[in-house]
């Protein structure tokens, strides 16, 4: 399950991924918005963070102009590891790594041919684990020392 939610600078990107999402078989959910209208980017990165935070297995991508920020509302969200990515590696790695569950992109720093292979990537990787889940675990832990 694929959760996605741009605000009115991230609608035609928007549009592009959740094709390639459904050329590619994916389940996905579309939370706006769907018009150029102006809206409060928080609402929606907001929305979709806590949707993946709630849902086993789901992932999330968000986008703004600069995808800045939905990615800090995103992280916001108790249980979500977003990540700003500008190039393939970055998705990759993100998802190796970090076990990243949510994706940023910015509309307005990133053509739509880049952001595709972005997401692509995204998709296509997987956790490694191993020494990655100690560092991962670090960041869990201190997310629940912290938390209000």
Do not use: Q, W
């Not at 500008?86 to 998802?95: D, G, I, M, Y």
């Not at 041919?113 to 100690?134: M, W, Y």
């Amino acid at each position: 399950m694929i959760f996605i939610a741009n605000d009115h600078g991230g609608v035609e990107l928007k549009n592009a991924i959740v094709k390639l999402l459904g050329e590619r078989g994916e389940k996905v959910v579309d939370l706006g918005t769907g018009t150029e209208d102006s809206v409060d980017y928080p609402d929606f990165a907001f929305a979709c963070a806590e949707r993946v935070a709630a849902t086993d297995g789901a992932l999330g991508i968000v986008i703004c102009k600069s995808g800045v920020g939905v990615s800090i509302c995103a992280n916001k969200v108790k249980g979500v590891r977003c990540a700003l990515c500008t190039a393939e590696l970055n998705a990759k790695l993100c998802r190796n790594h970090n076990n990243a569950n949510m994706l940023a992109l910015g509309a307005g720093n990133t053509d739509e041919r880049t952001a595709l292979a972005i997401v692509d990537a995204f998709l296509s990787a997987e956790f490694e684990g191993g020494r990655h889940c100690r560092r991962v675990d670090k960041i869990s832990e201190y997310e629940d020392a912290h938390a209000k």
